[in-house]
């Protein structure tokens, strides 16, 4: 998936530290992934009832 940078103001910026150190990641970027992550599996779970496992895709880029 092809990165796209994004500016971040000082509150997000400590959003994004605060989580790093609380789940151990290494970097902003990695933070910001792992909330995603989470937000799309809390969403999927209140539309099925369950919890979906998220793996990337990989396919021949167009």
């Known amino acids: 998936m092809p ?8 509150q997000a910026r400590a ?14 970027e990695q933070a910001a992934e792992w909330l995603l992550r989470r ?7 209140g539309l099925t009832g369950r919890g979906r496992a998220l793996y990337e895709v990989k396919g021949d880029p167009r």
């Open 15 to 28: 959003v994004l530290d605060a989580v790093r150190h609380q789940q151990g990641l290494e970097s902003r």
């Open 3 to 10: 990165e796209q940078p994004v500016e971040l103001d000082q």
């Open 39 to 45: 937000r799309i599996r809390r969403g999927a779970q």
